[in-house]
């Protein structure tokens, strides 16, 4: 009978978006270090899919457009019955299914069933009877209380899998780019006269869902107000040069990059500026998986999904109808962010750029546990003499798997 100690390949179902694939990934790497040998495949949406690369704890991806996600897609229902065939044929040991508080996870958990896995993990609010092996109760929210206790998404699928032995101490989430794309990413900014050594401000201005966009007009107040030293990058698709060109006009720092960066392009540019400004989006989670401090103009639709452990500010204003979990703002006014003034956008960004230039100036901290060893093992020094370092102290480096 098949186990969780013996399961040595894991589908992982999340079909959302890339942001949501990017918040998985600590419980995802947890879940494949909790067992050696195991491989992880990621059943995600086109835009989960396109992030799994940069991702060091996914083997195999998947695409696919669920039903019971938001998407666009036209597929008729026979592309559900061929997705079942597909899986039954690869013959996984386990499936964990990982959703947002506000979502079902019995549509996957069912396709599960059909496809024949014997272990499927989920959070579910609802009995699910026979269709989890392995139930995470959902608790129903408190009268007037934030929905999940206010948990943090990474947290909740953290908390998820160590129901099945998966731990990690390292909780951070993880992202890197290719070499190959940070060469292209530096043709591109050479086209655009950016040699910046100071490095420099990205500003994200668009976001899938309408309630969560701060409008461009207020960004480009906000860059004005900042009056940065170093140049502010603006990026999007193809379909957002128009917004990013809203925040540039007016501003001489400016530099127009919608369209033109791949996503490996954009993890690349978001890791090695100095500050992100953005609405609650994909780039606030990349910044996340990179270490780059952000100010997150940030739509009160959801508690759960703000920058997870990194430096940033939080910018919103309070409403009654706060936690309201939509994509179209129910009444009409956008308060929760028409209530940022760009002043404060412009005072949190100087802010984390000022910290941001301390924490550069300060000297580095003193190797651990210093002492003679060989060469091999070591720094050389000016006098000669070598020092150890224990690399087992250092942070692990995550390096993505081509596909």
């Known amino acids: ?8 390949r894991i589908l992982c179902i999340r079909p959302d978006n890339m942001g ?12 494949r270090d909790a067992v050696p040998g ?26 696919y457009e669920a039903p019971w996600v938001k998407n666009d897609s036209q597929a008729p229902p026979e592309a559900d019955l061929q997705m079942i065939e597909r899986l039954r044929a690869a013959s996984f040991d386990a499936a ?22 014997p272990l499927v993990l989920a959070h579910s609010r609802e009995n699910p009877y026979r269709l989890l092996s392995d139930w995470v109760r ?17 947290q909740r699928q953290l908390d998820l899998v160590q129901a099945v032995g998966a731990h990690t101490r390292d909780i951070r989430m993880r992202a890197t780019a290719f070499a190959q794309d940070h060469e292209d990413l530096d043709r591109t900014l050479d086209r655009h006269g950016v040699r910046d050594k100071q490095g420099w401000i990205v500003l994200h201005p668009g976001a899938t869902a309408e309630s969560r966009r701060y409008p ?38 400016t530099v127009n990059l919608a369209g033109q960066l791949s996503l490996g392009q954009l993890i690349a540019l978001i890791g090695r500026a100095r500050l992100l400004i953005s609405n609650n989006s994909g780039p606030v989670h990349i910044a996340a998986a990179t270490g780059t401090p952000v100010v997150d103009l940030y739509a009160l639709t959801n508690p759960q999904h703000t920058p997870w452990q990194v430096a940033n500010r939080v910018l919103n204003h309070d ?27 412009a005072d949190a960004a100087r ?28 720094v050389q020094n000016n006098n000669g003499s070598t020092t150890c370092i224990r690399w087992e102290s250092m942070p692990p480096i995550t390096t993505a798997l081509p596909r």
């Open 96 to 117: 964990v299914i990982f959703t947002v508080y506000s979502q079902s996870a019995l549509p996957a958990a069912l396709m599960c069933r059909l496809s024949g896995l």
């Open 216 to 253: 461009a007009a207020r960004f480009a107040q906000a860059v004005s107000r900042l009056h940065a030293e170093t140049p502010v990058l603006v990026t999007g698709g193809k379909s957002e040069h128009g917004l990013a060109s809203m925040v540039c006009q007016g501003n001489a720092r």
């Open 319 to 345: 409403v009654p109808c706060r936690n309201c979990y939509r994509s179209v703002c129910p009444q009409g006014h956008h308060a929760c962010l028409l209530g940022v003034e760009p002043q404060q956008v």
């Open 20 to 31: 949501d694939v990017l918040m998985t990934e600590p419980a995802m790497r947890a879940l």
């Open 38 to 63: 195991r491989r992880i495949t990621l059943l995600a949406s086109p835009s989960g899919a396109a992030v799994a690369p940069y991702l060091g704890c996914v083997d195999e991806v998947i695409t």
């Open 1 to 8: 009978m098949t186990s969780w100690q013996n399961a040595r």
């Open 138 to 154: 959902e608790a129903a929210p408190r009268e007037g209380g934030v929905p999940d206790d206010g948990r943090h998404e990474v």
């Open 351 to 378: 802010d984390l750029l000022a910290a941001e230039s301390r924490q550069r100036a300060a000297p580095p901290p003193a190797m651990p546990d210093s002492k003679p060893c060989a060469p091999k093992g070591g």
